[in-house]
């Protein structure tokens, strides 16, 4: 079963994943992103490789480990008195085969065979973890384009300040010092713009890599940031640990123990060499078949220390599964904990939080405006409501990131499509 498959359908279903029938021009969605990584990611493609190479190890396995063997043996030549010349010369010519007894072929490709499958499963995890990075890279994308747009709203709200200040300046409302600290807000905010401008470029850049490319062919992305769903219970996600691709590796890991356990004991079955052939007498001219047979000694006690070793690992396997296992639970946990009070937050900011904030700032510029307010009242103001959309932002593509970690643990679809219009 390839482990990956439900992943790239569950990251084909997000919410980030939809949009409209027609892309923006130089847009892309999560979906696109997901197919551009499995048909272009340098490290899938190796993959494929080495799948084919595993194949190719489980037909070298099914041989015998000796070859049929031609031989030609040559006496009496070039020899004294009577067996000078070539009179008494006698040829045998022989072919030699190994007999494998124990089912040697057999458990041989049995480890091939378990060996190509753990190989399948860390390919399934591997991919799972590439896609689940680009999605990460995704987030971070859509997180910057929100941040570039907080920069500039920045921007603008410390221009209809400055133009403000100048107005209370000529009438002699306030000092010149108020309108050079302005400027010097402003300054900043630009430097802050340029820099969330570079940010977005390197963000681009690392998401493009994802699927072999250095020159991102997009400038934007299509995503719900702020759409948010509620996740199943933890008990839930608990039973669903067992689809989790590093435990599922666990049970191929014991199954190749297992093999090599038994190849290993096949070691204490000797191995039989089998030589017939013809030889012929040149004294006179007769031939006569040549029959031989040989078998080592030892074998039990010279296989001993494999079984052993074959042994004493496949006890790992259960210890090996069940720290894994507990430390996926405690991580899955976590991030359930996680995943609700990102929903808190995002839901307390943007209808209680960046409201009352965008009204608090509407009453401190009317109140700067008539001398009621100080210009460092209306500077905190400001700050309140800009770092509360910023906020809101992060704690909504923390949401995300945290999901998509639940989705690799689980393979669990907890998002639904959804084609409601993002709110700013």
Do not use: C
């Not at 896609?131 to 709203?153: G, Y």
């Not at 401190?364 to 509360?388: D, H, I, K, P, V």
């Amino acid at each position: 079963m390839r482990y990956w498959i439900p992943m790239v359908t569950m990251l084909m279903s997000m919410p980030f994943a939809y949009a409209e029938s027609k892309l923006a021009n130089n847009s892309i969605n999560l979906e696109q992103v997901v197919v551009k990584v499995l048909e272009n990611n340098p490290q899938i493609l190796a993959s494929d490789l080495e799948a084919r190479a595993a194949v190719a190890r489980i037909a070298q396995a099914r041989q015998s480990l000796a070859p049929l063997t031609l031989n030609l043996e040559v006496e009496n030549i070039a020899g004294s008195g009577v067996y000078s010349g070539n009179d008494q010369l006698e040829t045998t010519l022989s072919f030699t085969n190994v007999l494998e007894l124990g089912r040697k072929s057999a458990l041989r490709t049995d480890v091939a065979k378990n060996s190509a499958n753990l190989l399948k499963n860390e390919q399934d995890a591997k991919k799972l973890d590439l896609l689940a990075e680009a999605t990460r890279r995704f987030i971070h994308v859509v997180l910057d384009q929100h941040q570039l747009e907080i920069a500039k709203n920045k921007l603008a709200l410390i221009k209809t300040t400055q133009d403000i200040v100048a107005k209370r300046v000529r009438l002699g409302k306030s000092p010149q010092a108020e309108q050079r600290r302005v400027r010097i807000e402003l300054e900043r905010a630009k430097i802050e713009l340029e820099h969330s401008e570079h940010e977005i470029k390197t963000s681009r850049l690392k998401l493009s890599v994802m699927w072999g490319s250095t020159s991102p062919n997009f400038t934007s992305t299509q995503a719900k940031l702020f759409s948010l769903q509620e996740p199943i219970s933890f008990q839930e996600l608990e039973t669903l640990l067992t689809r989790n691709p590093d435990l599922v590796q666990y049970a191929t890991r014991e199954r190749l123990s297992t093999s090599k356990l038994n190849l290993a004991k096949s070691r204490r079955q000797f191995d039989v060499e089998l030589s017939g052939g013809i030889k012929h007498f040149n004294a006179s001219s007769d031939t006569a078949l040549v029959l031989s047979a040989s078998m080592p000694f030892g074998t039990t006690s010279r296989a001993k220390p494999f079984i052993d070793e074959a042994k004493l690992l496949s006890q790992l396997a259960p210890y090996n599964h069940e720290q894994q296992r507990i430390t996926l639970y405690t991580t899955l946990y976590e991030l359930h904990q996680e995943i609700h009070h990102a929903i808190d937050a995002v839901k307390v900011l943007r209808e209680i939080i960046i409201p009352e904030a965008k009204l608090v700032l509407q009453d401190y510029q009317r109140g700067y405006e008539a001398g009621r307010y100080s210009l460092l009242e209306l500077n905190t103001a400001q700050r309140t409501l800009l770092n509360a959309r910023l906020e809101s932002a992060m704690s909504a593509s923390n949401y995300h990131l945290n999901k998509i970690e639940i989705e690799r643990l689980t393979g669990r679809n907890m998002a639904r499509l959804e084609k409601n219009n993002d709110v700013k």
